[in-house]
């Protein structure tokens, strides 16, 4: 797929158009943020239909990975992440350089290790699967 550029909207309104993706989702996110309201970006493609993602006020991101197919990321120990769904998760421990580390929910304290891991172009990062998934005790 090549994709040619990003148009940016809010409120049914085209607020800007740009051809660099973090552009792109910096603005959204910023402009999410500022004004409390959803923002889309739409991906467009000389090949492929166009493909939207909407970032919210929250921080939070839905369907980054339709425009952004991430990059490998080894998580730093003690470090919190968001998920792309909206989940912090605390780096325990880096399992190797391949992108497989231990990670808690510092919500549920849900504890695995994730295998490989990447980190959209909004800092979101999500992992292809995980394994050893067990309950730790959450501090309050």
Request: hydrophobic share 35%.
């Amino acid at each position: 797929m090549t994709r040619t550029h990003f148009t940016i909207h809010q409120d049914g309104q085209r607020i800007f158009s740009t051809p660099d993706i973090d552009q792109a989702v910096n603005g959204a996110k910023t402009r999410a943020t500022e004004t409390g309201r959803d923002v889309s970006v739409v991906a467009h493609y000389l090949d492929a239909p166009d493909k939207e993602v909407i970032f919210h006020a929250d921080g939070t991101a839905a369907h980054i990975w339709k425009i952004d197919r991430g990059e490998p990321f080894v998580p730093k120990f003690g470090e919190i992440y968001r998920n792309a769904g909206g989940g912090r998760f605390e780096c325990m421990s880096r399992v190797n350089d391949l992108g497989f580390a231990t990670m808690r929910n510092v919500k549920s304290g849900w504890q695995f290790i994730a295998k490989e891991i990447i980190r959209y172009c909004d800092g979101s990062i999500e992992w292809s699967h995980s394994v050893g998934g067990q309950f730790m005790e959450v501090s309050a």
